[in-house]
Each structure stands twice: as C-alpha cells, then as structure tokens.
C-alpha cells in the first residue's frame, strides 16, 4: 500500500475536489458503491479528494474514477441496477427530467484521516466546500492540493471495473437489441 497519497497521485490526471454524502463515503470506502451518479459532471478520467458533506464534515478519501458513462436514463437505470443492485426506479427517476446523466465508475479509494472543515479554514482561510466539484490542479488551489497529498494512507481498495464494464455493455447490448 502507498505510505501517501502523492505515491498514487498522478500528474496527468484532471483533480478535482466533489462533495458526496457521509452515507456515500460510507458505501464507497467499503467497496459497495462502485458507482457515482451524477446528472451533470466531467467528461474524463479524472482523480478526485473527496469532501464528505454533513455535520463533522471534511476529506478523507481520495478516488480514482474511469471516464463517465453518459447515455439516457433508462439505461443508466439497468447499469446501475445491475451492477451496483440500485433501485432502477430511483436512478430512472433521479435522472429522467433531462433523460440524461453520467455513471462514474469509481477504480480506486484511499482513504486517509479526516481533514476536518475547521481545519482546512484554519490552514486554508479561503477554503469553500464545493457544491459539485472544483478543479484542485490550477494555481490558486496549490496549497490545498499540497496539504492533501501529503496525507498518509490508511487503507486501498481496488474496484474491479474490469468485469462491470463487461456487465455495462451487456446491458446497453440487450437495451440495443430490443
């Protein structure tokens, strides 16, 4: 395992800081959410600190996501039910007003000790939690990105994305052929 998070940082990737729920850290760090549903996001590979929202706050958790997987609520319905057991009628409806939305597949998570809000404002007068995301790898966001991959390991964890994107493309194959 990585002593910190810089040994599996990687350069060339987007990084980005979202905001996820404490009930889906939770799911994520114990490997049963393997996807993020997301009506609007980014196009690409990217790594990502994630910012757990709610009361005691903070980032605890570094991602490694594939590119997202973008298509039409229905089958992100049948993705997300039947790779990750979700409830195809909540997904259908969390995105069928634009009948469009993105499944980011989460590859890797690291998790490390919470870096609490107070201490971030502390460290970090300017630090505002994002609603959705915001890039960390541009110049006036160093010093946050900085302190986070300093940060020392605590546990990883592997997805194995190698057999859900073989679920994902059965899926779209059977949608397809109907």
């Known amino acids: 395992m ?45 790594q990502a600190f994630v910012y757990t ?14 590119a997202p997987i973008i298509d039409n609520a229905h089958k992100l319905a049948t993705i997300g039910e039947t790779i990750q057991h979700d409830n195809y009628g909540d997904i259908f409806d969390y995105f069928k007003e634009k009948n469009t939305g993105y ?4 590859i890797e998570v690291y998790q490390f000790k919470k870096v609490d809000l107070q201490y971030l404002r502390t460290e970090l007068p300017s630090f505002v939690v994002p609603q959705k995301y915001l890039f960390l790898d541009r110049q006036d966001k160093q010093n946050l990105l900085n302190l986070l991959l300093q940060q020392v390991c605590s546990n ?23």
């Not at 929202?53 to 594939?66: A, H, L, P, Q, R």
């Not at 499944?103 to 989460?106: K, L, M, T, V």
């Not at 592997?158 to 493309?169: G, L, P, R």
């Open 103 to 106: 499944i980011i597949p989460i």
């Open 53 to 66: 929202t709610g009361k005691n706050g903070g980032i605890e958790m570094f991602i490694k996501c594939d």
């Open 156 to 178: 990883k964890l592997i997805n194995n994305w190698d057999f859900y994107f073989k679920q994902a493309k059965k899926c779209i194959d059977s949608i397809n052929d109907n």
């Open 2 to 46: 990585p002593k910190k998070i810089c040994d599996v940082y990687d350069p060339l990737l987007p990084t980005l800081l979202i905001s996820i729920h404490k009930i889906y850290v939770k799911q994520i760090l114990s490997g049963k959410k393997v996807i993020e549903y997301r009506k609007k996001f980014f196009n690409d590979p990217f």
